[in-house]
Every structure is written in C-alpha cells, then in structure tokens.
T-cell receptor
Framework: DAGVTQSPTHLIKTRGQQVTLRCSPKSGHDTVSWYQQALGQGPQFIFQYYEEEERQRGNFPDRFSGHQFPNYSSELNVNALLLGDSALYLC??????????????FGDGTRLSIL | AQSVAQPEDQVNVAEGNPLTVKCTYSVSGNPYLFWYVQYPNRGLQFLLKYITGDNLVKGSYGFEAEFNKSQTSFHLKKPSALVSDSALYFCAVREGGWLTGGGNKLTFGTGTQLKVEL
C-alpha cells in the first residue's frame, strides 16, 4: 500500500526564486493538504485541494499557490522566495467526499532551504 | 477558531516507567482529536484519534489517549516507555462533523519532545 510520497526530499534556493514541490497521495485518497513546518514549530496549514479545486486556505500570502491533477497528485508553488520560507513542507492526504473524513496521512516532507 | 496547547516542550522519563504527554484544545462544536509522532528528518506518523464514543482511545505501539470533555484535554499515555519512543509528539484538532469535500484542516500544537532514558 503506497503511502504519501513527496519530491524532492531536499531543495536549496536563493531569495526571489520560485519553487515547485510535488506530492502523490496515499492510494485511495483524493484530498491533498499542504503544511509548512518551520524549525521548532508545529505544522501550519497552507491549503487543501479536493476535486482539483482549492477548498480551504490558511493564513499564507498569494505567493503560495497550488494545483491538483486529475490523478489526485498535487503541486505546491512558492514565488518570490523569502528567507522565512525555509521550512519542512509536508503533504497530507485523506479521503474526501461526503463523510467525517477523519484521518490525514503525511509524507516525509520536502526540506526547503533559502539562501 | 480552533487551537491546541502542548504545555511541555520536553518530557523526560525512564525506560519502563509510564509516560504522559499533555494536550488541551479549543474548538467550536465537537472535536476530532489526533496524536502524531515525528522522528528526525521524517514526516508525521499517525498514532491515534478520537472521533466519538469511548473516552479512552488505543492506538499504535501501545499508546493510548484519554479524552476529557470537561477539561478539554486529550493526554497521550503509555504504561511502559521504551527508548525507541523518544521522538517529537504533536497533538492536533479539527472541528468534528460531516464534510462534503475539503475542509479537513488540522490545527497542531507546538510539539513535545519525549526523551526516554535507560
């Protein structure tokens, strides 16, 4: 049973650049959420995609955008990178549609470092 | 708005002793509560959840958690700690209920580092 997979595992960028992170959900899941985990902090919700639409968004600027593909995989794009964007970016998947949708499963994350 | 508090940055316990990691929450309506564990350079691994029903929830690796509605708490417990339990533990909350697509946003605490020593 394939879990949540993320790529790349590590990435180094410089200020002002743009980055794209990728996520494939757990088999059978159709909803993808993205979280940012700064060093020493808990994960912070960025946004969630279901049926290829952004359904819910956290307190993040428009520099953070995303996309969900028909196969349920997802991308997180960050433009005009700032030093403060350095963090572990986590993807979580869950089963969407009507229901309690209780459990999110997480990937191992992408470690993004901004120089 | 929903929130989670984990009052202890670190918990130290001797191997074989019982452990407790504390969590309190705030949410409108009924809560869905979760515990996740994070090992170094890894993502979050699901341990257990409370949705409804019995207040004592059993999860993976011998962990359990007790939901207390009056104290708005969901403390993680294990009767006998192992050195391999040493990791970062996160409590998370979501407002309970039936969703119709999306909306499964989790709010996390700041984490508690558990250190189990021989």
């Amino acid at each position: 049973d394939a879990g949540v997979t993320q790529s790349p595992t590590h990435l180094i960028k410089t200020r002002g650049q743009q980055v794209t992170l990728r996520c494939s959900p757990k088999s059978g899941h159709d909803t993808v959420s993205w979280y940012q985990q700064a060093l020493g902090q808990g994960p912070q919700f960025i946004f969630q995609y279901y049926e290829e639409e952004e359904r819910q968004r956290g307190n993040f600027p428009d520099r953070f955008s995303g996309h969900q593909f028909p196969n349920y995989s997802s991308e997180l794009n960050v433009n005009a990178l700032l030093l403060g964007d350095s963090a572990l970016y986590l993807c979580a998947s869950s089963l969407g549609g009507a229901g309690p949708q209780p459990t999110s499963h997480f990937g191992d994350g992408t470690r993004l470092s901004i120089l | 708005a929903q929130s989670v508090a984990q009052p202890e940055d670190q918990v130290n316990v001797a191997e074989g002793n019982p452990l407790t990691v504390k969590c309190t929450y705030s949410v409108s309506g009924n809560p869905y509560l979760f515990w996740y564990v994070q090992y170094p350079n890894r993502g979050l691994q699901f341990l257990l959840k409370y949705i409804t029903g019995d207040n004592l929830v059993k999860g993976s690796y011998g962990f359990e958690a007790e939901f207390n509605k009056s104290q708005t708490s969901f403390h993680l417990k294990k009767p006998s700690a192992l050195v391999s339990d040493s990791a970062l533990y996160f409590c998370a909350v979501r407002e309970g209920g039936w969703l119709t697509g999306g909306g499964n946003k989790l709010t996390f605490g700041t984490g508690t580092q558990l250190k189990v020593e021989l």
